[in-house]
């Protein structure tokens, strides 16, 4: 396969380019934040240098310090007990696996301490009260990390196992065991290995008396648990995350409401957020302050904090686009009436208009009105964008979610045709100029999209889409593999099923101008998947063009390397749907 890419139109951007011009809309902005146990100051990561690093700054001043930790893109950073390290979780080459480093808040003592060699760290957590990190390497193996004594501890091993918490007489262990969509929690004995069941969900403490807190998704909508009692429900939203003070004298609730609108509350006091999504909830190790961050369509992640004494304060904030267009949410049947949705993002002149079908990640994600620099930078220029929640998205109760397992992965590809459908009869999309578009499993579902219904789009583009469950199955980090069965099926034992609804199938249905992106060291869904699809619409002819990112792995970390994906995926559309390039004027972007 390698030795006929020098017949396919590719674009290999070369490692660690800059970008010429400036792009204010690709700047991701900053999350993950992280407080000092005073709850003075904030350590986050922000891409402001162009990568994501890690930066500290006072709470309530503009004054930032960056803290070396080397040359590698950061996933998020964590504050330890007592306030002596912050554990940064690095992923080297962009690609999948990651890291732990510990590094002092002003930037010395850096030191690697979990994800060695080909181990990939993850669920990273400083345990309130005490200098404990804990980590899972590979789903398989549980870690507590002493900060202070700079130990490793194993805690237990396993398959598909992830360490939330441990006691502390580090009796028992807080675990989550079970592949994708079959999560549950469970306290073990460490003394005697039995587990108790608690809950099925994915997110789980202890409090300091020993009793449990989680987020319980065993009905159909998550609800807030501590011990047996549900605290925090609704019936028509979602308790997506919690955040529980060390002395667990207050919990933070974050809300999924509204298609995947946020709403953060502690206790009976609501708080009045900055922007339309909000995540990661964290408390200062006395309870004074919690950070959060906040976005919005044309509002890049921002970080804040709130407190009962000084109310909302903004940490680090980028500068907001004022004229973003707002999308409006639309519900409506599918092909089997099953209520899907989606967030619709329309230009202000009259339609039918040439649209964009997107679809997201997963599958058990949801498209919310969060920032969306390629979705702006369409509907300036005339396009409409649909960003669609079909069957198998998050945000819409635990049956919907698990609607698309197995072989009803026919009927998730079918509502992106009944997408499409409404979107024309309800007089938004031109039905001869309607492109689909998607990344990761969404970069799967455009593919299945494009071979299902080969005459009903006029443009595609496939971002690190899988295109051969056989050689995703393969090739892909075998945690990774593992978890995936129980949404996908089993590489053996369904294997016939999973060949049929593999687009590489049917590739000799894909008559639609494609464009497939790929990061080179994705080790999540390998690059061979790209590659298969380049090859295969080579041998027949179809127009297609191949872009590919070294030094990237299954997301686009580099502002730079967005910038280009998202100049060149103007170019493509605009080419197809308007009829020319639309990357003439960048000072949009």
Known sequence: MTGQLNRVDVTVLPAGWLTKGSYPSEVSGSWSPALSPDGRHAAYVSDRSGMPKVWVQPVGSDLTFLVDTGDEPVVSVHWSYGGGWLACVLAPGGAPRTEVWLVRPDGSALHQVAGFGADSAENVRCLPGRPLLAVTENMTTTLLIDAAEGTRTQVCTGELVSLFDVSRDRSRALLRLGPRGSRYVVVRDLHTGVDEYVTSGEQACFAPDGSIWARSDTGDRPVLLHGTEIVASAAQAEVEAFALTADASEVAVLWNVDGGRSELTVGTTAIDLPGWVAANPVWSADGSTLAFTAEGPGQPHGVWTWSAEGGLAAVSVDEVTTDAVLPTLRRFPSHDGLEISGWLFEPATPGPHPTVLWLHGGPEAQERPGHGPLFQSLVARGIAVFAANVRGSSGFGRTFVNADNGALRYAAIADVAACVDHLVASGVADAAR??????????????????????????????????????????????????????????????????????ITRIDNLRTPLMVVHGANDSNVPVIEAEQVVEALTDRGVEHRYLLFPGEGHELLHRSSRAEYLRETLDWLGGHLLGGSMTGNTSLL
């Open 434 to 503: 309607v492109g689909c578009m998607g990344r990761s499993y969404g970069g799967y579902l455009t593919l299945a999209a494009l071979v299902t219904y080969p005459s009903m789009f006029a443009v595609g583009i496939d971002v690190c889409g899988m295109s051969n469950f056989a050689t995703f199955y393969e090739h892909t980090e075998p945690w990774i593999a593992a978890a995936a069965v129980s949404k996908y099926g089993d590489p053996v034992r369904d294997a016939e099923l999973l060949r049929d609804l593999s687009p």
